[in-house]
């Protein structure tokens, strides 16, 4: 009997465990919302930006979610905080309303990422809800067999 040779995609995998996490970016794209679109790689511990930037004739309320592998998606951080610099898992985000334009943003930023930072994150408007794929987070990371570019060897890689 011969032994079974494991899939090229397996051994693959096993090769660089630990060496590349996927931070996936979702696009949320409506009438008045535009979001930064992954996949995005950067080095554990680098700072992190996440651009959300909406139109709208009104005030809306703008919320970041965050959706961990095979969890239902929780709100991170909104735009009705009184304190605008409040924190959650190390993230904040920075509100800027313009009264000139229509045009603003509620970007969602990090000092440090870390590889536990790894999921889906959402840019929604007011109004919006987010809902979980079917049977979980069903995404599939793009890129998650590639071998990370520019990685330094003891550092860990996170793909945004």
């Known amino acids: 009997?011969?032994?079974s040779a494991a899939p090229p995609q397996a051994m693959l995998a096993?090769?660089?465990s630990g060496l590349a996490i996927l931070l996936i970016l979702r696009g949320t794209h409506g009438d008045s919302v535009t979001q930064t679109e992954g996949p995005v790689t950067l080095l554990e511990g680098m700072p992190l930006t996440l651009n959300?930037?909406?139109q709208s004739g009104?005030?809306?309320f703008v919320f970041w979610y965050v959706q961990y592998r095979n969890k239902e998606p929780e709100c991170l951080l909104n735009s009705l905080s009184e304190n605008q610099g409040a924190e959650h898992h190390g993230f904040q985000a920075?509100?800027?309303a313009s009264l000139v334009t229509s045009d603003s943003s509620f970007h969602l930023q990090k000092r440090s990422v870390r590889v536990s930072d790894s999921a889906v994150y959402y840019c929604v408007p007011g109004?919006?809800?987010v809902?979980?794929?079917a049977g979980g987070a069903g995404?599939?990371?793009r890129g998650a067999l590639e071998e990370p570019g520019g990685g330094q060897p003891g550092r860990e890689m996170v793909s945004l």
Do not use: D, Q
């Open 127 to 129: 109004g919006g809800t």
């Open 1 to 3: 009997m011969e032994p």
């Open 131 to 133: 809902r979980a794929a």
């Open 52 to 54: 959300c930037t909406y």
């Open 94 to 96: 920075s509100h800027v």
């Open 58 to 60: 009104y005030t809306v």
């Open 14 to 16: 096993a090769s660089y």
């Open 139 to 141: 995404h599939k990371p």
